[in-house]
């Protein structure tokens, strides 16, 4: 295949799991040209766990990084995209576990596609053992194993519906994004909205990955379950802060394309999903039920009812 791939790895105390990991990439069916894993300075023997496994199967394609001091997730793995000389990168968690013929079958969708910016697939949740402890999901979907591809249509609320463990992107779009990009964009978003401003989303229907949960889970554990923005009123506030800079973000990348399709619609949906959040923002900081009835006009902007009615319990609740 012509097209390069470079697969990166933040890791940080993950001794349990990481061998299962970089065993089930280093076995997949295509040859990949680059793997970059940067250990966050842990406090464990994760970084010892994997130059040893370089080492053994004397893996030259594969580089290995320590920090000298800890970024952040977050940070870390932004510093891990501008690293990757590939023209397609997937993203790695530490604890997964990758099917032989992951890389292989997404590199092949894409090559055959040139729409395809962002690519998804399916995903069985495990436990600490190995079991499976939930049906597999499919873009928020449960995974039927169809092996069908779909286009996800611009939505405009920076609601991510999949997990950074399963999509591979093309690196050339963001290009024009990096400059925009702000402290604590998690790697997965960050690709996921600039691909979805591209209309270039695209998933597909087979489960490649087994995602662990456990304690321990960096962000997977919250992306799965949905509970970001959750636990206190000042944390969901929070949330709307980053919300906000979220939708900014976007609409600097809209106004530096001239390129994209349907421009003038999507900064209309991006301005009105933006002041959904300024109002959320406000009315959680205010506690007003007023308020909240008001945004009831945003109603599309919100990730579902259930999340719109959440907000006046946060309310009622801090009263």
Known sequence: MSINVTIIMGTYNGSEYIYEQIESIRKQT??????IICDD????????IIASYINTYNLKNWILIR?????????????????????????????DIWLEEKVEEMVKIIEKNHNILLLSSGYSLIDRGGNFIQCPVFSGR????????????FWGNYHFTSLGSVICFRKSILSMANQFWFEGFAHDLYVWVTADILDGIYCYDKVLTLHRIHGNNASGSASVLGTAGKGNIENRIRYMDFKIKVARYCEQLLRQNERINNKNRKQKVLRASRKC???RKEL?????????IMNLRYLNYYESFRVYLG????????K
């Open 284 to 292: 959680l900081s205010k506690k007003s039920i007023w308020k909240w």
């Open 41 to 48: 300075k842990s406090t464990d023997n994760t970084y010892e």
């Open 311 to 318: 907000d006046l319990v946060y309310i009622l609740k801090n």
């Open 67 to 95: 920090n000298l001091h800890n970024k952040g997730w977050q940070k870390n793995y932004k510093d891990l995209i501008d690293l990757a000389n590939g023209d397609i990168i997937f993203f790695s968690d530490q604890d």
């Open 277 to 279: 959040f300024e109002n």
């Open 142 to 153: 449960k995974c039927n194993n169809t092996q069908s591809i779909r286009r996800i249509k």
């Open 30 to 35: 295509l040859a990949v040209g680059e793997v």
